[in-house]
């Protein structure tokens, strides 16, 4: 079974009673997705619907198997009131993390209850072998959740660069052999045979946070990843910022940090990306004389041993990083910025030096933190999405049983 385009039809007859039933179905939907278990008095009071729309609602939705009974209140004089919430085996759906070093992936109910989850290194030799690698794990999920794969509704693929709706092509992937080819989306696709998004893995991570993690309730903040490479993932408004052409966040690109930045490898790679990532972290070091196999994870562990050429690479980064957030922060004037990725997580050492830096050089004071979600937070934003698809997708499925009624 080949997978399909990712963008979901709900349109209706303008102006007639079933575009306003599907609206109304949908806040309901919406509301008990957000509040439930809850009652129909509840969700006629908090959502300006009267009583016999949310009826009506509700009833739809139990018939598409969307919502459930949840018991009755208890507590209050006289019938006790049903309650309802999300029927979390209405929909499954699959999360996927695509890195350089690691596929992770996950398979969740449609409450976001994961049931089962992965992590495998990534076979990079490919593009072929990692879309074959994706696929095996996706479906060995599903297996392992003793779900059959035609219940999977959606699935979400995190990864490194800009996707672009319009060609179906990832660009600026470099970390990943051939995954900016054409056709990569369509051979995940059929490799998947289901409904799937792409989207950019930093973007992700922003989303994850938004849901589980320290950017819940915060409807301006920046996740600023800090690993391999550099990137930032936007909320603003509570939305996830992609830009024109999704490049929004790409802050590895800008002009800052040690190399020229009208160098050939600057304009393909990123300054501040070859200055603060993993390899100029490594760089770093070299240049001030630290010997042997070095790698970020290795020279940060040194710093925590007291090693004073380890701590002065650090002291660098956190120049960097500062130097990133300084970018970032008067253009968006984010209330947080999160730190993550497999540097931007050591707080214990970069926290301080990065916020020290920051009063030096911008009078704006964001407040900053280390996310909570560490290496998970790309693979929660990828579950978090597949799941508003899935339920729009799950939501329009049940109007199209209604108007067969």
Request: proline residues 5%.
């Amino acid at each position: 079974m080949r997978g399909e385009a990712t963008r979901i039809d709900e349109t209706f007859p303008g102006g007639t009673p079933s575009l306003l039933r599907a609206i109304n179905e949908r806040s309901v939907l919406e509301f008990v997705r957000r509040m439930g278990p809850v009652s129909r008095a509840q969700i006629a009071r908090d959502s300006d619907l009267s009583k016999p729309t949310v009826s009506q609602a509700l009833a739809s939705l139990l018939e598409a198997g969307l919502v459930r009974e949840a018991g009755r209140a208890s507590g209050k004089r006289g019938p006790a009131a049903v309650l309802y919430e999300l029927n979390p085996r209405a929909g499954w759906v699959v999360g996927i993390d695509v890195g350089r070093a690691w596929v992770r992936a996950a398979i969740a109910n449609l409450s976001g209850d994961i049931v089962a989850r992965r992590d495998e290194r990534t076979m990079v030799k490919s593009q072929r072998a990692l879309i074959s690698q994706i696929g095996q794990i996706a479906h060995a999920l599903a297996a392992e959740a003793g779900l059959r794969w035609r219940q999977v509704t959606f699935a979400t693929v995190g990864s490194p660069g800009v996707f672009h709706p319009a060609t179906g092509t990832v660009e600026l992937a470099y970390a990943l052999p051939g995954w900016g080819r054409t056709g990569l989306v369509e051979s995940v696709q059929e490799e998947l045979g289901t409904k799937i998004a792409f989207e950019n893995d930093v973007n992700l991570a922003a989303l994850g946070e938004q849901w589980h993690g320290l950017g819940k309730n915060v409807p301006n903040f920046a996740y600023v990843h800090v690993g391999t490479g550099v990137g930032a993932g936007l909320i603003l408004n509570g939305e996830l910022f992609r830009g024109h052409a999704g490049a929004a966040g790409e802050v590895g690109y800008l002009p800052l940090g040690s190399e020229d930045p009208r160098q050939p490898t600057s304009r393909r790679l990123g300054a501040l990306d070859a200055a603060a990532g993993a390899r100029g972290v490594v760089a770093t070091a070299r240049s001030l004389g630290m010997q042997g196999p070095l790698s970020a994870k290795r020279i940060f562990a040194a710093a925590r041993r007291g090693d004073a050429t380890a701590a002065e690479v650090v002291r660098l980064e956190a120049e960097r990083i500062a130097l990133a957030i300084a970018a970032i922060v008067p253009v968006v004037d984010p209330e947080l910025v999160v730190l993550g990725g497999g540097i931007g997580s050591n707080g214990d050492l970069l926290l301080e030096p990065v916020e020290r830096e920051l009063t030096h050089i911008s009078p704006f004071r964001p407040r900053i933190e280390v996310s909570v979600l560490g290496d998970e937070a790309s693979l929660h934003g990828a579950v978090a999405t597949a799941l508003q698809s899935a339920q729009a997708l799950l939501f329009a499925r049940g109007n199209e049983h209604g108007a067969r009624r």
